[in-house]
Nanobody, 118 residues
Framework: QVQLVESGGGLVQPGGSLRLSCSTS????????MGWYRQAPGNQRELVAKLSGSSPVYADSVKGRFTISRDNTENTLYLQMNGLKPEDTAVYYC?????????????WGQGTQVTVSS
């Protein structure tokens, strides 16, 4: 059973930085795509950034501020968030996807709260 454990959320002032981590119990090479989503109160879950193929993909709202990366030896996915804004406040979830014969199977982290406020 795949388990994803997130860490790194918290309270930060506008303009500050946080780094989120998402560690998997298995090898990161087992997965075909990885990404970060967020969900603010009253909103739908939205894509923040993902790794699928050769180049990362970012939501327009975070381009130039957030960076997604992976550490293959630590089996960990990261999201470096700089220049945080109050509108970045949300619960952040990592997701790892495996392509199976029956279609893609998605695993989610437990979520970590990010609050940007002065």
């Amino acid at each position: 059973q795949v388990q994803l454990v997130e860490s790194g959320g918290g309270l930060v002032q506008p303009g500050g930085s946080l780094r989120l981590s998402c560690s998997t119990s298995g090898s990161i090479f087992n997965f075909n795509a990885m990404g970060w989503y967020r969900q603010a109160p009253g909103n739908q879950r939205e894509l923040v950034a993902k790794l699928s193929g050769s180049s990362p993909v970012y939501a327009d709202s975070v381009k130039g501020r957030f960076t997604i990366s992976r550490d293959n030896t630590e089996n960990t996915l990261y999201l470096q968030m700089n220049g945080l804004k109050p509108e970045d406040t949300a619960v952040y979830y990592c997701d790892f996807v495996i392509n199976t014969a029956w279609g893609p199977k998605t695993y989610w982290g437990q979520g970590t709260q990010v609050t940007v406020s002065s």
